[in-house]
C-alpha cells in the first residue's frame, strides 16, 4: 500500500489555464511538501505544510498556490500555467520531529507540461 | 545558488568499477540524507548521517559525513547494473525543510 499517492500521474495542460495536482497521504504526517524538479537543479521546494490550513512558501513559489483542508490532502495550484512550469513534481511526507533522521517519504510524481 | 553541490552530475562507468559521488556545501547541516531515485519514481532515503565524521555501510555503499558537517560522500564499491540511477544529497538545517542537491546521475553498464 502505497502511503502516498498524487494524481494525476501526466497532465498536458495549455499556458494561461488553472491546473490542480492533488497529494494524498494515508500516514497521517503533520508535514506536507510540493517540490518541481528540472534538469540540472534537483528539488526546489515550492510550498510545505505544518498542518491542516497551515502553509508557508519555499524558494519557488510565484505562481503557485496551495490548500490543505484536511490532514490528508495537500493540493498544489498552478493559478494560470506558462511553459516554463513544465516540469516533474513531487509531494513529500515528513512527521514532525522526525525530518532530520527521517527524511521524506516521496510520492511517484506528476509529469506536467506546459504547450 | 545551489546551496549544496554535487560531483560529478553525470557518471557513466563498467561494471565493477569503485566510485565516489561528493555533496558540498559552505553551510553546515545538522543531518545529510542520500536518495536513490529510478525513472518514474520518487526518491527513496538511503540513509541519513548526524554525526560530524560518520560512516556508514550499506551493503557495498559507504557514506560519509564530513567532520565539519558541510560535506558528505558516497562511495560505492564494485558496483554492479543495479545501481544505475539518479543519487541525490539532502541536507536538514533543522527547519523540518531539506535542501536537495542537483543530483549524480549514475550508468553502470555491463
Known amino acids: 500500500d502505497a502511503g502516498i499517492t498524487q494524481s494525476p500521474r501526466h497532465k498536458v495542460t495549455e499556458t494561461g489555464t488553472p491546473v490542480t495536482l492533488r497529494c494524498h497521504q494515508t500516514?497521517?504526517?503533520?508535514?506536507m511538501y510540493w517540490y518541481r524538479q528540472d534538469p540540472g537543479h534537483g528539488l526546489r521546494l515550492i510550498h510545505y505544510?505544518?498542518?491542516?490550513?497551515?502553509?508557508d512558501k519555499g524558494e519557488v513559489s510565484d505562481g503557485y498556490s496551495v490548500s490543505r483542508s484536511k490532514t490528508e490532502d495537500f493540493l498544489l495550484t498552478l493559478e494560470s500555467a506558462t511553459s516554463s512550469q513544465t516540469s516533474v513534481y513531487f509531494c513529500a511526507i515528513s512527521e514532525f520531529g522526525q525530518t532530520e533522521n527521517y527524511g521524506y517519504t516521496f510520492g511517484s510524481g506528476t509529469r506536467l507540461t506546459v504547450v | 545558488t545551489q546551496l549544496l553541490e554535487q560531483s560529478p552530475q553525470f557518471l557513466s562507468i563498467q561494471e565493477g568499477e569503485n566510485l565516489t559521488v561528493y555533496c558540498n556545501s559552505s553551510?553546515?547541516?545538522?543531518?545529510l540524507q542520500w536518495y536513490r531515485q529510478e525513472p518514474g519514481e520518487g526518491p527513496v532515503l538511503l540513509v541519513t548521517v548526524v554525526t560530524g565524521g560518520e560512516v556508514k555501510k550499506l551493503k557495498r555503499l559507504t557514506f560519509q559525513f564530513g567532520d565539519a558537517r558541510k560535506d558528505s560522500s558516497l562511495h560505492i564499491t564494485a558496483a554492479q547494473p543495479g545501481d544505475t540511477g539518479l543519487y541525490l544529497c539532502?541536507?536538514?538545517?533543522?527547519?523540518?525543510?531539506?535542501?536537495f542537491g542537483q543530483g549524480t546521475r549514475l550508468t553502470i553498464n555491463p
Open positions: 553551510s553546515v547541516f545538522s543531518s
Open positions: 500516514e497521517n504526517h503533520r508535514y
Open positions: 505544510s505544518y498542518g491542516v490550513k497551515d502553509t
Open positions: 539532502a541536507g536538514s538545517q533543522g527547519a523540518q525543510k531539506l535542501v
